[in-house]
């Protein structure tokens, strides 16, 4: 059961890199019986996208796990690209 989306715990930053919400985009809205029950978030600054009923874990910045936190969205500090997986068939 989703909680109602006014209900939600919202950050007021991007739950990754900081942002402020003027760089976020309101991707998608979910609706139960014409009622908004989620929405889903971009944020313009590092493409992180989350939806905002997701567990405060996730959301809070204070929270999350501190190697899911970007520090700065400086191209020049992640000198080390990881490579997409491969697809094994
Ligand atoms: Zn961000």
Not at 9 to 15: A, E
Not at 46 to 61: G, H, I, P
Request: a positive charge.
């Amino acid at each position: 059961m989703y909680r109602k989306a006014e209900e939600n715990i919202m950050s007021l930053d991007c739950p990754r890199c900081g942002a402020n919400q003027q760089l976020f985009r309101l991707e998608h809205k979910g609706y139960e019986n014409n009622t908004i029950c989620w929405n889903v978030y971009h944020c313009g600054q590092c493409s992180y996208t989350w939806r905002d009923t997701e567990d405060k874990k996730l959301l809070d910045r204070a929270s999350r796990a501190r190697w899911s936190i970007m520090q700065t969205t400086d191209p020049t500090c992640y000198p080390h690209n990881i490579p997409p997986p491969t697809n094994k068939e």
